[in-house]
């Protein structure tokens, strides 16, 4: 069986603090990239894109990597999905940390 590299491209994200409910609503899920060597950044998806993503990746504690890049930059990061965090009443996904890991 071989295995697809699973990518993903997120976008910049200027809307912080409480104003991510607005995004949210508008079907955009906030997200930080982090790691060894990597300056914290706040971006954003399309939630289904993200999860669509997410799922083909293997899930949040699969610990299976897939590929970052960013609008508007060259390269790509190597990530996982260190932590989602789902809201308990509707199920929706509120937000996603990504940690990068070494190659």
């Known amino acids: 069986m071989t295995t697809q590299a699973v990518s993903l491209e997120l976008e910049p ?3 912080l603090g409480k104003k991510v409910k607005a995004l ?3 079907g955009t899920v906030p997200v930080h990239l982090y790691g060894k060597g990597v300056e914290s950044r706040a ?15 293997g899930g949040e504690y699969s610990g299976h990597s897939m590929s970052v890049s960013i609008a508007g930059e060259s390269g ?4 996982q999905a260190s ?3 789902w ?6 996904v509120l937000h996603v940390d990504f940690r ?4």
Do not use: F, H, K, W
């Open 13 to 15: 994200r200027e809307t």
């Open 24 to 26: 949210r609503r508008a």
């Open 43 to 57: 971006l954003q998806c399309e939630v289904r894109t993200l999860l669509r993503a997410i799922s083909r990746a």
């Open 76 to 79: 790509s990061y190597t990530v």
């Open 83 to 85: 932590e989602i965090q």
């Open 87 to 92: 809201d308990p009443r509707s199920g929706n």
């Open 100 to 103: 990068t890991v070494s190659s």
